[in-house]
Protein backbone atom coordinates (compact mmCIF):
# COMPACT_ATOMS: atom_id res chain seq x y z
CA UNK A 1 0.00 0.00 0.00
CA UNK A 2 1.46 3.53 -0.82
CA UNK A 3 1.40 5.90 1.58
CA UNK A 4 -0.95 7.97 -0.09
CA UNK A 5 -3.30 4.96 -0.08
CA UNK A 6 -2.81 4.45 3.80
CA UNK A 7 -3.28 7.98 4.26
CA UNK A 8 -6.47 7.71 2.26
CA UNK A 9 -7.74 4.45 4.46
CA UNK A 10 -6.84 6.21 7.58
CA UNK A 11 -9.17 9.29 6.72
CA UNK A 12 -12.06 7.06 5.88
CA UNK A 13 -11.72 4.72 8.85
CA UNK A 14 -10.93 7.39 11.43
CA UNK A 15 -13.14 10.18 10.37
CA UNK A 16 -13.83 13.20 13.00
CA UNK A 17 -12.08 11.18 15.83
CA UNK A 18 -8.28 12.39 14.04
CA UNK A 19 -7.80 15.83 14.33
CA UNK A 20 -5.74 15.50 11.43
CA UNK A 21 -4.16 13.29 9.12
CA UNK A 22 -0.88 15.16 7.94
CA UNK A 23 1.33 13.46 5.22
CA UNK A 24 4.64 15.43 5.03
CA UNK A 25 7.99 13.67 3.84
CA UNK A 26 6.22 10.40 2.80
CA UNK A 27 5.35 9.72 6.50
CA UNK A 28 2.15 10.00 7.70
CA UNK A 29 1.00 11.69 11.14
CA UNK A 30 -2.55 11.27 12.75
CA UNK A 31 -3.36 13.72 15.42
CA UNK A 32 -5.88 13.33 18.27
CA UNK A 33 -7.05 14.46 21.32
CA UNK A 34 -6.62 11.99 24.25
CA UNK A 35 -11.29 11.27 24.30
CA UNK A 36 -10.25 9.71 21.07
CA UNK A 37 -6.60 8.34 21.25
CA UNK A 38 -7.44 4.45 22.35
CA UNK A 39 -10.04 4.19 19.91
CA UNK A 40 -7.72 5.40 16.94
CA UNK A 41 -4.84 3.02 18.61
CA UNK A 42 -7.71 -0.13 18.72
CA UNK A 43 -8.84 0.51 14.68
CA UNK A 44 -5.28 0.84 13.88
CA UNK A 45 -4.42 -2.63 15.35
CA UNK A 46 -7.29 -4.25 14.45
CA UNK A 47 -8.51 -3.52 11.32
CA UNK A 48 -7.44 -5.85 8.36
CA UNK A 49 -6.99 -3.32 5.50
CA UNK A 50 -4.20 -1.14 8.39
CA UNK A 51 -2.91 -3.75 10.76
CA UNK A 52 -0.20 -2.16 12.73
CA UNK A 53 -0.08 -4.52 15.27
CA UNK A 54 3.19 -3.23 16.88
CA UNK A 55 3.68 -0.70 18.61
CA UNK A 56 7.91 0.07 18.05
CA UNK A 57 7.53 3.62 20.21
CA UNK A 58 6.23 5.99 22.10
CA UNK A 59 8.00 8.84 23.58
CA UNK A 60 6.79 12.06 25.38
CA UNK A 61 7.83 15.70 24.06
CA UNK A 62 7.29 19.38 25.23
CA UNK A 63 6.58 21.67 22.79
CA UNK A 64 7.26 24.43 24.91
CA UNK A 65 9.96 26.13 22.99
CA UNK A 66 10.00 23.91 19.76
CA UNK A 67 12.28 25.15 17.02
CA UNK A 68 13.58 27.36 19.82
CA UNK A 69 10.17 29.69 19.56
CA UNK A 70 7.63 30.25 21.93
CA UNK A 71 4.82 28.21 21.12
CA UNK A 72 1.28 28.63 21.03
CA UNK A 73 -0.75 25.85 21.80
CA UNK A 74 -0.59 22.53 24.19
CA UNK A 75 2.71 21.91 25.32
CA UNK A 76 3.32 18.02 26.07
CA UNK A 77 1.96 15.43 23.79
CA UNK A 78 2.82 11.47 23.06
CA UNK A 79 4.21 10.03 19.90
CA UNK A 80 3.84 6.43 19.13
CA UNK A 81 5.18 4.56 16.06
CA UNK A 82 3.45 2.16 15.03
CA UNK A 83 4.21 -1.03 12.26
CA UNK A 84 2.59 -3.11 10.29
CA UNK A 85 4.81 -5.62 9.37
CA UNK A 86 2.42 -7.93 7.18
CA UNK A 87 1.07 -4.67 5.14
CA UNK A 88 5.20 -3.42 5.01
CA UNK A 89 4.12 -0.08 6.22
CA UNK A 90 4.32 2.53 9.63
CA UNK A 91 2.29 5.18 11.10
CA UNK A 92 3.05 7.89 14.09
CA UNK A 93 0.13 8.49 16.36
CA UNK A 94 0.09 11.58 18.27
CA UNK A 95 -1.83 12.98 21.36
CA UNK A 96 -2.03 16.32 23.08
CA UNK A 97 -2.13 16.56 26.61
CA UNK A 98 -5.11 18.96 27.62
CA UNK A 99 -3.84 20.27 30.56
CA UNK A 100 0.43 21.80 30.80
CA UNK A 101 0.06 21.72 34.49
CA UNK A 102 -0.77 18.09 34.61
CA UNK A 103 -0.74 16.44 31.51
CA UNK A 104 -2.36 12.93 30.97
CA UNK A 105 -3.46 11.10 28.30
CA UNK A 106 -5.14 7.33 28.52
CA UNK A 107 -2.50 4.27 28.41
CA UNK A 108 -2.29 1.92 25.50
CA UNK A 109 -0.84 -1.22 27.74
CA UNK A 110 -4.08 -3.01 27.12
CA UNK A 111 -3.43 -2.43 23.54
CA UNK A 112 0.16 -2.68 22.77
CA UNK A 113 2.22 -4.46 26.15
CA UNK A 114 5.12 -3.13 24.48
CA UNK A 115 3.93 0.22 25.76
CA UNK A 116 4.46 -0.40 29.52
CA UNK A 117 8.67 1.15 30.02
CA UNK A 118 8.15 3.73 27.15
CA UNK A 119 4.81 5.13 29.13
CA UNK A 120 6.62 4.90 32.78
CA UNK A 121 10.45 6.50 30.88
CA UNK A 122 7.58 9.22 29.33
CA UNK A 123 6.24 9.78 32.77
CA UNK A 124 9.62 9.62 34.91
CA UNK A 125 10.81 12.60 32.08
CA UNK A 126 8.29 14.70 31.10
CA UNK A 127 5.67 14.03 34.00
CA UNK A 128 3.13 12.78 31.67
CA UNK A 129 0.75 10.70 33.60
CA UNK A 130 -1.00 7.53 31.55
CA UNK A 131 -4.43 7.36 32.78
CA UNK A 132 -4.85 3.28 33.65
CA UNK A 133 -1.50 2.08 33.35
CA UNK A 134 -1.00 -0.85 35.45
CA UNK A 135 2.13 0.59 36.96
CA UNK A 136 2.86 4.07 36.62
CA UNK A 137 6.25 4.77 38.67
CA UNK A 138 9.74 5.89 37.88
CA UNK A 139 11.72 3.87 36.09
CA UNK A 140 14.82 6.00 34.98
CA UNK A 141 15.59 8.59 37.99
CA UNK A 142 15.70 7.97 42.03
CA UNK A 143 12.50 7.37 43.85
CA UNK A 144 12.96 10.48 45.86
CA UNK A 145 14.05 12.41 42.19
CA UNK A 146 12.05 15.98 42.04
CA UNK A 147 10.98 16.86 38.93
CA UNK A 148 11.27 15.70 35.35
CA UNK A 149 14.57 16.26 33.71
CA UNK A 150 13.20 16.52 30.06
CA UNK A 151 11.00 19.24 30.60
CA UNK A 152 12.43 21.88 28.77
CA UNK A 153 12.24 24.37 31.95
CA UNK A 154 14.37 22.26 34.42
CA UNK A 155 17.49 23.59 35.09
CA UNK A 156 20.28 22.29 33.76
CA UNK A 157 22.34 21.11 36.87
CA UNK A 158 18.96 19.88 38.59
CA UNK A 159 17.66 20.50 41.87
CA UNK A 160 19.65 18.54 44.30
CA UNK A 161 22.84 16.68 44.01
CA UNK A 162 24.40 13.40 45.64
CA UNK A 163 27.42 12.67 47.26
CA UNK A 164 28.95 9.80 49.71
CA UNK A 165 29.52 11.11 53.47
CA UNK A 166 33.00 9.92 55.05
CA UNK A 167 31.60 11.09 58.37
CA UNK A 168 27.94 9.80 58.12
CA UNK A 169 28.94 6.56 55.76
CA UNK A 170 26.50 6.65 53.35
CA UNK A 171 25.24 8.54 50.66
CA UNK A 172 23.57 12.10 51.21
CA UNK A 173 21.21 14.26 49.09
CA UNK A 174 22.11 18.26 49.14
CA UNK A 175 20.70 21.59 47.49
CA UNK A 176 23.26 21.59 43.92
CA UNK A 177 26.28 23.00 44.44
CA UNK A 178 27.73 24.00 41.13
CA UNK A 179 27.58 27.53 40.33
CA UNK A 180 26.54 28.81 36.84
CA UNK A 181 28.44 30.15 34.23
CA UNK A 182 28.91 31.62 31.54
CA UNK A 183 31.04 29.77 29.26
CA UNK A 184 32.34 32.28 26.15
CA UNK A 185 34.41 30.66 23.16
CA UNK A 186 37.92 31.19 22.69
CA UNK A 187 38.50 33.86 19.24
CA UNK A 188 41.12 33.23 17.33
CA UNK A 189 41.84 36.54 15.19
CA UNK A 190 43.33 35.70 11.86
CA UNK A 191 46.34 37.75 12.10
CA UNK A 192 47.45 35.93 15.21
CA UNK A 193 47.02 32.40 13.62
CA UNK A 194 49.73 30.48 13.27
CA UNK A 195 52.24 32.69 15.83
CA UNK A 196 52.76 35.35 13.77
Known sequence: MHVMDLQAACTSLLGDKASQIIL???ELTIECQPENYLDIMKTLRDNEELGFESLIDLCGVDYSTY????????????????????NNHRVRVRVWADDND?????SV????????WYEREAFDM???VFAEH????RILTDYGFVGHPFRKDFPVSGYVEMRYDEDEKRVIYQPVTIEPREITP???REEQYGGK
Open 134 to 137: PDLR
Open 186 to 188: RVV
Open 102 to 106: LPVVP
Open 109 to 116: VELYNSAN
Open 24 to 26: ALD
Open 126 to 128: YGI
Open 67 to 86: RNKAWQGKRFAVVSQLLSVK
